[in-house]
């Protein structure tokens, strides 16, 4: 028996560790400790409301006292509750009838089994608190940065432990295409969402969301961290290139020059962060034609016509500006289109020649149409210029989707009809002929004799 309340004194000791490091509160351990006891009485005694539980943690000390009423002998009918006179006296000499009897319950009387029994409980009931610790803590910091270390990497998420020990999960879909993180590094990413399915908390971690850039600015840049300038949207496609768009109510203030800083000086730790992204950074405006010919930058805009209900812009542009609006693989016009809200339609200004991709409509899939539009290519030559397995990827299209395409924007540009201009040839040569032998003849011929016109 002394080995068994050793063992049950040193499930205290246990938890108390246990408390150290989790950081669980006085208050809570005592309470987790005492709701596996009364569990553990219960199933004993049926129940555990005549029972006092005493826990003194920092000493790995307890005490368990059971109460019943005393009873006259013939009277007992329950063990659990009541206790017969006869039986109270043999410990308390003058207690009488309706009193009280308390008496100090041995826990590890009750064999090895129960005590096994209760440290099953004590270990569910800690890893049920340590779960709920877990969301809870991190449920509060959803969209904050928290830096963590790598322990493991695999082939579609990178699990870290933060500095209580807790797993946190990356997914490779949450990594900019640029990280490239070995074990024990310490990363920075930004809480994304706390799943808990079937009360199993995981914590997942993003370095893609726009929030990480925002947090990242905040950091780098004072003005931005104390609310003088203002972040009103942020749209990227990680590792390649972001949009930011900011603003001041300060009239003294730059927000665009504030951000970059001297040289950039601001802006360069941030793009070592996001491994290289390229960043712009905005004056924000409710003019949308102003907006929009913002987002297109660096590409210079010759006109815009802006549909404010259908969120539409046509913009046209010298032909030489038209590469820099859309950008590398569609990257410009496409952000510029998430910043602003707005689907914009690129031209070439001054190509007479060329055929908007609406007026194709009847020959071509009105999707297609809006998925080669999406990625900035507006007319039919637009389409022809470009790369096909280029559109194919950008557009989301098949190989062959994109040959049928080119095949009917490219008869738009083929002379009307080859067979007539082969003809008008033919009769040319053979009139040069004819003429060649008359000039011949009127060698021989005497002066007012018909040319060949007259013939």
């Given amino acids: 028996m002394a080995r068994q309340k050793e063992e049950v004194i040193s499930m205290v000791d246990t938890f108390q560790e246990f408390k150290e490091l989790k950081n669980i509160d006085r208050s809570t351990m005592i309470s987790v400790l005492e709701d596996s006891f009364r569990s553990v009485l219960a199933k004993m005694f049926e ?15 307890f005490e368990i006292y059971k109460n019943r009423e005393v009873v006259a002998d013939e009277d007992l009918t329950d063990p659990n509750l009541q ?26 009387k009750f064999g090895r089994r129960t005590i096994l029994n209760l440290r099953q409980t004590l270990a569910a009931k800690i890893l049920e608190l340590q779960k709920d610790l877990l969301y809870n803590k991190y449920k509060d910091l959803i969209g904050r940065i928290t830096t963590a270390e790598v322990y493991q990497i695999w082939k579609r998420e990178m699990l870290m432990v933060d500095e209580d020990g807790n797993e946190l999960s990356l997914p490779r879909s949450e990594q900019i295409p640029g990280d490239n993180f070995r074990k024990n590094d310490q990363v920075r990413a930004v809480v994304l969402r706390v799943d808990n399915n079937n009360n199993n908390p995981k914590i997942i971690l993003s370095r893609t969301a726009p929030i990480f850039l925002q947090h990242l600015m905040e950091q780098e840049i004072p003005e931005v961290a104390d609310g003088t300038i203002r972040i009103v949207k942020i749209v990227r496609l990680p590792g390649e290139r972001a949009k930011i768009a900011v603003e001041t109510n300060d009239d003294r203030i730059d927000p665009v020059g504030a951000c970059v800083g ?26 949308p034609s102003l907006f929009i010919q913002r ?7 010759s006109q815009i016509h802006v549909n404010e209900e259908d969120k539409t812009a046509e913009v046209f542009m ?10 590398k693989n569609g990257a410009n016009i496409k952000l510029a289109c998430l ?31 809006q998925a080669l539009k999406g990625i900035g290519l507006a007319t039919a030559k637009a389409v022809l210029d470009a790369d096909p397995q280029l559109v194919a990827d950008k557009a989301d299209l098949e190989d062959e989707t994109v040959e049928e395409v080119r095949a009917i924007l490219s008869k738009e540009f083929e002379p009307e009809d080859d067979e007539e201009s082969d003809d008008s040839e033919d009769s040319d040569y053979s009139e040069d002929s004819d003429n060649s032998d008359d000039s011949d003849n009127s060698d021989d011929s005497e ?7 007259s013939v």
């Fill in 262 to 287: 001297v040289k950039g000086g601001r802006i360069h730790g941030i793009v070592r962060e996001l491994r290289g992204e390229n960043l712009d950074v905005i004056p924000y405006t409710t003019n």
């Fill in 318 to 327: 010298r032909p030489e500006e038209v590469s820099l609006a859309i950008g």
């Fill in 83 to 108: 206790v017969s006179l006869s039986e109270a006296r043999k410990t308390v000499d003058d207690i009488e009838i309706g009193e009280d009897f308390t008496e100090e319950v041995h826990f590890e």
């Fill in 47 to 61: 129940t555990d409301e005549n029972f006092d539980i005493i826990i003194n943690p920092d000493k790995g000390d």
């Fill in 447 to 453: 002066e007012g004799t018909n040319t060949p016109e």
């Fill in 339 to 369: 910043l602003t809200g707005y689907q914009i339609d690129v031209y070439r200004e001054g190509d007479s020649n060329d055929i908007f991709l609406d007026d194709f409509s009847d020959v071509i899939e009105p999707w297609v149409i």
């Fill in 295 to 301: 987002a297109l930058s660096p590409a210079s805009i």
